[in-house]
């Protein structure tokens, strides 16, 4: 069984994905709502939101979209993740996604980590590093 992290951004979906995928790499693929045989049944301000997106990498995924604003950009209980194989990409990853964000934790060496440290990017999202 695999678990994937679906992200419900507030119209924002296309920008942050773009950035994910400039940061921590992989194939990022996305579908407008305009592009979609759904597309007359969605409102016109929604055209251009994002219905699905998908960054892939060969162990994992990424999904998004954009989502009513009710629904959306309330990360408040969950974190992502996240892997590096060596510090020094850890800390490029946790710099880049921690602009316009806040640092919860630095990137520091711990008791079972060569580096562990959590934050808040720009968009709310939750992200955890940890460097075994």
């Not at 924002?12 to 790499?25: I, K, P, T």
């Not at 919860?104 to 709310?124: P, S, V």
């Amino acid at each position: 069984m695999k678990i994937t992290p679906y992200l419900n951004f507030a119209g924002d979906c296309r920008e942050a994905m773009s950035f994910y995928q400039s940061v921590l790499g992989g194939e990022l693929e996305m579908t407008a709502h305009k592009d979609t045989p759904s597309a007359e049944h969605v409102p016109a301000e929604m055209q251009n939101q994002i219905m699905h997106a998908v960054l892939n990498w060969p162990d994992g995924k990424l999904f998004a979209s954009d989502a009513p604003m009710a629904q959306a950009n309330s990360f408040s209980g969950a974190y992502l993740s996240v892997h590096p194989e060596t510090v020094e990409e850890a800390e490029r990853m946790f710099a880049a996604l921690s602009e316009g964000g806040e640092v919860e934790m630095e990137l520091e060496q711990t008791f079972w980590a060569k580096r562990f440290g959590m934050l808040y990017d720009r968009w709310g999202v939750k992200w955890m590093f940890n460097v075994d």
